[in-house]
């Protein structure tokens, strides 16, 4: 069976799948039985391309027209439809899997809430990295999915290619997981970091994140902890059941964090850390996102630099640390990537 997968966003996710699937053909093949075809690529800024050929595009070359900044329009393929509108090409696409990498808004979830539907509607599977539809409506997409008969998969929403959904499922099955406690966003840990280690204080921190491309130019939704919310709220309601809104996340950004406060929580042998964290008590789940001073022999504590990891308390494991890349063009395409074996897997065993 040859699954066919159409891409909504053209940005740097994108390019990192786009990459993994060329790279790993033979491997993906010879060692899973995937094989796959890239039927349309489409963007709102980029133009779309997409083919009913049976062949697909190529992929080195759309790679390299990508690359060198391109209209997707002017893609040279045989018998190409493009200039299709996102929801024309997840209607029309050849299609079994669409892969939802655009923009993340976390207050409405839009574009990607409504791609998400489109795609669920049609039958077909969904993949995705963006937090905006997982965050604010996971229940009723999951609903959706299963109403139609289809998958829907967001490994990468919460901590890009490292692996968390996935070991919830599988790997931490039958444990009842209490607490799950965090660092969530890298861009905020590279900055107390560098507070910390290099005595820099956070103007000048933030500004060297910018530089280096880990914040925004409006860092806002990193510094004040929106970004971690959003994945606190998933945590919370995939992971533990929970039914939780921005409205029920207490949260503190880490703009009143001074060198002082860094300084002197290392002489008591303390490390500030932005935590998220969601916690089971009884039947009443909570959440919430603040800077927290943290032992150094908590393992949450020597997580340095860009990196994001988690800490799941459990009944039966005990607490289960897992840390990894946060962030990336090969770590988030590697995402999606579990995600499509997950379905391709599933296929295979009816």
């Not at 207050?107 to 809430?113: D, F, I, M, R």
């Not at 990468?156 to 692996?163: F, H, I, R």
Request: glycine share 10%; charged share 25%; proline share 3%.
């Amino acid at each position: 069976m040859v699954l066919r997968i159409a891409i909504v966003g053209c940005g740097v996710v994108c390019r990192g799948l786009l990459k993994i699937l060329r790279d790993k053909r033979t491997f993906l093949m010879e060692n899973y039985g995937f094989e796959f075809i890239v039927t349309a690529v489409t963007d709102k800024f980029k133009g779309s391309v997409m083919l009913d050929n049976g062949a697909g595009l190529d992929i080195d070359a759309f790679i390299e027209h990508i690359e060198a900044q391109k209209p997707i329009n002017e893609f040279p393929a045989e018998d190409a439809i493009t200039g299709l509108g996102s929801v024309d090409t997840i209607q029309r696409a050849p299609a079994d899997i669409i892969v939802e990498v655009t923009f993340t808004d976390v207050k409405t979830g839009e574009p990607a809430t409504t791609h998400v539907k489109e795609a669920l509607k049609a039958k077909k599977h969904v993949v995705t990295t963006n937090k905006g539809p997982t965050a604010l409506f996971h229940r009723e997409l999951a609903q959706l999915a299963k109403v139609n008969g289809v998958q829907f998969r967001y490994e990468g929403a919460v901590m890009s290619g490292t692996p968390i959904f996935n070991l919830m499922e599988f790997c931490l099955a039958g444990n009842d997981i209490v607490e799950i406690k965090g660092i969530l966003n890298g861009t905020t840990n590279f900055i107390l970091t560098k507070m910390e280690e290099d005595k820099m204080p956070y103007e000048e921190a933030l500004a060297l994140a910018q530089k280096l491309g880990y914040a925004e130019a409006d860092p806002a939704g990193d510094v004040e902890g929106f970004d971690a919310m959003a994945k606190v709220i998933q945590l919370a309601n995939i992971g533990m059941g929970g039914d939780l809104t921005e409205a029920d996340v207490e949260r503190e950004g880490i703009t009143g964090i001074t060198m002082e406060d860094v300084e002197k929580a290392k002489a008591e042998g303390m490390r500030y850390k932005l935590i998220g964290c969601t916690r089971k008590s009884g039947d009443k789940i909570s959440a919430y996102v603040r800077p927290e001073k943290l032992p150094l022999s908590d393992p949450l504590a020597g997580v340095g630099g860009a990196v994001n990891a988690l800490t799941f308390k459990t009944d039966l494991s005990g607490d289960v640390t897992i840390q990894g890349a946060g962030a990336g063009e090969i770590e988030t395409g590697y995402a999606l990537l579990i995600d499509m074996l997950a379905i391709n897997r599933e296929l295979k065993s009816q």
